[in-house]
């Protein structure tokens, strides 16, 4: 057999287990030293020695000089797709202009949701398709992205379909979700029951033209609450969605107590759960999305207790949150580099939540090296897997593959 590639030369194999990864569990990454991949029709179809591959027959082989390959990245929480931009904010915030304030005049979500109804369907696809390739050429093959800045019928639409587009035409894999109830438009203020049932009368389309895989709430003070945000994951899960929650970001509310309850696939943000929470995800099946650049972002002090969740036995994947008001970042290796420093995750629990469990918090089965899955991985200009926390802010990746096709690699001006 000629191989479509072989990589020889692989200093660093890591081979994550398969997921969802709880607890103790999460601290077990397999790393094999002086490897080689053969890939062929877009799969893994050979993982053996260095010495061995070096003598396969390949049409290309690219020489990994004794760097680390991993999986592709899986990116578990975005909100993708939205119209405009919020730089002219930063100087607001800075002056300590409240955010509630600056919804006043117009600004923050609402802005986006203005934005994002002005813009065509075609304007929204071309923006976000950068932000795709700009994850891409950050070592993320797959990710999920969410609606929720149309807040009306129309909008949320354009912006499902956006995602169905970039998901068909593309090779990143996007993983649909539908968070219509994200905040409570202007013309539904004070009516938040009428205008949550205005998205939950939208669920039956969605699935029926199979526009989203799961749906999201925003559950929080002066958004929903926790009786509205029940309401609506039933509501859901009775039309065979699969429920995804923000819960617990600012206050307490127990959004991840009913994330755990109902059995939703994961629970986001999580930085003001309770003990019981926490509890109740380690003995149940919802993985913890935990989102530092977000907490980065707005400037707080107190991140998620990655360290109390994984010690008592609960799933945690990371993402980016990427969004256009509170983390402007398509860099989860930026991410990684905030589990480590704020919430204290190892480099191997870190690698496990950028991969198998952020690959389960949104039901795909990627984030994983192994014979006859799809060929998604990252050569990274490191020496060892535990350098990419350690040397932030920084993109490590060299190529990225996605179905054995190279969708990026880093160009080098030769300036010296
Ligand atoms: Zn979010």
Redesign the pocket.
């Given at each position: 057999m000629i191989y479509d590639l072989v990589i020889t030369n692989i200093g660093q194999l890591l081979l994550p287990d398969q997921g969802p990864l709880k607890g103790g569990a999460m601290k077990q990454l397999a790393v094999e030293k002086q490897r080689a991949l053969g890939i062929k029709d877009g799969r893994f179809a050979w993982i053996g020695s260095h010495e061995e591959g070096a003598s396969l027959p390949a049409r290309e082989k690219v020489d990994a000089e004794g760097k680390v390959v991993s999986p592709g990245l899986v990116d578990p929480?975005t909100?993708l797709v939205f119209g405009g931009s919020r730089e002219g904010e930063m100087v607001l915030k800075q002056a300590g202009v409240p955010y509630l304030d600056i919804l006043k005049q117009g600004g923050g979500i609402l802005s986006t949701v203005k934005s994002t109804r002005e813009e065509t369907e075609a304007e929204l696809f071309d923006k976000a398709k950068k932000h795709v390739r700009q994850m891409a050429a950050h070592g993320v093959t797959t990710l999920e992205a969410?609606s929720g800045y149309g807040l009306d019928r129309e909008t949320e639409w354009k912006q499902l379909k956006v995602v169905k587009h970039l998901n068909e035409q593309g090779d990143i894999d996007i993983v649909s979700t539908f968070l219509g109830p994200h905040a409570i438009p202007l013309e539904y203020k004070g009516k938040s029951d009428a205008f949550l049932e205005e998205m939950i009368a939208m669920l039956p389309e969605i699935k029926k033209q199979n526009l989203a895989v799961f749906t999201d709430i925003f559950c929080e003070t002066g958004v929903f609450t926790i009786e509205q945000s029940k309401h609506f994951m039933e509501a859901s899960h009775q039309l065979g969605f699969q429920t995804k929650i923000?819960a617990d970001e600012i206050d307490s509310l127990g959004g991840t107590e009913l994330a755990a309850g109902l059995g939703a696939v994961s629970a986001?943000?999580l930085v003001a759960a309770s003990k019981q929470g926490i509890k109740q995800l380690a003995e149940g099946e919802t993985t913890a999305v935990l989102?530092p650049g977000t907490t980065f972002y707005l400037g707080k002090d107190t991140y998620a207790d990655a360290r109390s969740m994984i010690d008592q036995g609960a799933a945690v994947a990371l993402a980016t949150?990427f969004?256009p008001g509170s983390c402007v970042t398509h860099n989860l290796q930026m991410i990684m580099s905030l589990a480590a420093l704020k919430m204290k995750m190892t480099p191997e629990e870190i690698w496990n939540a950028v991969t198998v469990n952020a690959s389960h918090a949104i039901g795909q089965k990627a984030g994983r090296i192994v014979k006859g899955k799809p060929a998604d991985f990252v050569l990274w200009d490191v020496p060892n897997y535990q350098y990419i926390p350690y040397h932030y802010a920084a993109n490590h990746a060299k190529m990225v593959w996605k179905n054995g096709r190279k969708v990026y690699e880093r160009m080098d001006a030769d300036v010296f």
């Open positions: 929480h909100h969410k923000h986001d943000h989102l949150d969004n």
